[in-house]
């Protein structure tokens, strides 16, 4: 064997692993830079919290592009003439809680915002008719929606935390405002919110829940509800190719000096 083809055999050797190794970290790469940027659709469907006597019900739609959310919301069945919380409760496990998680008070067995926190988390967006829409929001009972059936559209724009939060599957939505009593309006029945004692638990209690789920979109769906693209189109796929493409030149380069030197001997 000559010279050269040892030289090029040995380059060969190098290159294929550095190949490999180097086609993932692009595709990953790649993926953080534009992670955000395409646009996802997420759907709810808001239940009652049975155990805060709520019979109400309603649905959620969230069309999320980067950190930007158009909100659109649909609520019936709940206290009549009283302003409703609502707000993105984010990064915990993206669950309503169960019944279970219901504590006695009093001698009252109900949930509140509290008991429900370890399974769809904090606030991370305060879903508000006007101005502020960050946790410090949560309690405008000023700038949340009024009455028993209500429609609700927003664009508005969400924290970093809140957009992964909803991105990676653990956005709940939850609305607040119970009438435990059904005497028609929120009153000291259960104590002070374990939100604010100056509000009475009624006016902050979880009424409806929901788990924002990614619904199909775009015009070529996977499994996951995203776009597919063609292998070609793939980071991964054209990084392989790109380095499939300098194995085999560099083993043609072999070849060729292969049988020159097979000629000259």
Aim: contains cysteine; aromatic residues 4%; hydrophobic residues 35%.
């Amino acid at each position: 064997m000559s010279k050269s083809t040892v030289r090029v055999l040995a380059a060969l050797t190098v290159l294929a692993p550095a190949v490999a190794l180097a086609s993932p970290a692009l595709a990953d790469d790649s993926h953080k830079k534009h992670d955000g940027d395409h646009a996802i659709t997420l759907h709810a469907q808001l239940d009652p919290f049975k155990v805060n006597k709520v019979t109400g019900h309603g649905t959620a739609q969230v069309r999320l592009k980067g950190d930007e959310a158009h909100v659109k919301m649909k609520v019936s069945g709940l206290l009549a003439g009283a302003p409703h919380a609502q707000h993105f409760h984010i990064a915990a496990k993206g669950v309503c809680p169960p019944e279970s998680a219901a504590k006695v008070r009093n001698g009252k067995r109900f949930l509140n915002t509290t008991d429900g926190a370890p399974f769809y988390g904090g606030i991370g967006t305060s879903l508000t008719t006007t101005g502020d829409t960050g946790p410090g929001s949560g309690l405008a009972v000023d700038r949340f929606p009024v009455g028993s059936d209500y429609h609700y559209e927003r664009t508005i724009k969400l924290s970093d935390e809140a957009a992964k939060s909803l991105r990676e599957g653990t956005g709940v939505v939850v609305v607040h405002g119970i009438d435990y009593n059904n005497n028609g309006k929120y009153d000291d029945n259960l104590g002070p919110s374990d939100l604010d004692p100056k509000l009475p638990a009624e006016a902050t209690n979880p009424a409806l829940c929901g788990a924002l789920k990614k619904s199909a979109d775009g015009p070529v769906h996977g499994g996951q509800g995203g776009t597919q693209l063609a292998a070609s189109d793939s980071p991964v796929a054209t990084a392989t190719a790109a380095g499939g493409a300098a194995l085999l030149a560099a083993a043609g380069g072999a070849f060729i000096l292969r049988r020159r030197a097979g000629r000259q001997s």
